[in-house]
């Protein structure tokens, strides 16, 4: 993923593979591929979920889930360390001909991703108006055209 500050600066954000084992009867692991210790997830209630890890020297074939409050339980606090989103080298874009590509809207690799500062007002698009579908909290005031005024940029987007 790249992202810029909007003003020319470019970095370049590169995570860990995703652990692909599956753990047992529940979700894909979330450590980094090729991690020792036991293949892991968290439950919908919060249980930690558990599958023994064949590449780690401890492999005893088993697999299991811990409920919070157990003694055994692993918090996500102490898992966070493991989690594969939390292993990524940042750099900065230096190479100029990379930094047109991506102020063109083009990445080097096929699958990056770009990310830009948001620019004007995020709830109207920059319009100044919305539908009363997208004022949920009747937040909007009457703007004598069928549409409200926007209650978070409150129209100056659009001039008014």
């Given amino acids: 993923m790249y ?17 692909p084992e599956k753990v047992f009867l529940a979700d894909q692991c979330q450590g980094v591929e090729g991690h020792q210790d036991v293949h892991w997830c968290f439950g919908p209630s919060g249980k ?17 889930s811990t409920p919070p409050g157990h003694k055994n339980y692993r918090t996500p606090e102490e898992m966070q360390q493991h989690y594969y989103l939390c ?19 083009e990445t080097p690799e096929k699958d990056a991703s770009i990310n830009r500062p948001v620019k004007g007002c ?12 997208d004022d949920p909290f009747d937040a909007g005031l009457p703007a004598g055209d069928g549409l409200l005024i926007c209650p978070e940029c409150h129209g100056k987007c659009f001039g008014q």
Avoid: K
Wanted: proline share 5%.
């Fill in 48 to 64: 930690f979920i558990w599958q023994d890890n064949e590449n780690d020297p401890r492999h005893q074939m088993a697999a299991g």
């Fill in 3 to 19: 992202s810029s500050d909007g003003e020319g600066h470019w970095q370049r954000c590169e995570w860990s593979p995703q652990c």
């Fill in 87 to 105: 292993h990524h080298v940042l750099t900065q874009v230096a190479d100029p001909a990379v930094i047109l590509m991506l102020e063109a809207d």
């Fill in 122 to 133: 995020w709830r109207c698009n920059n319009t100044g108006r919305i539908s009363e579908e």
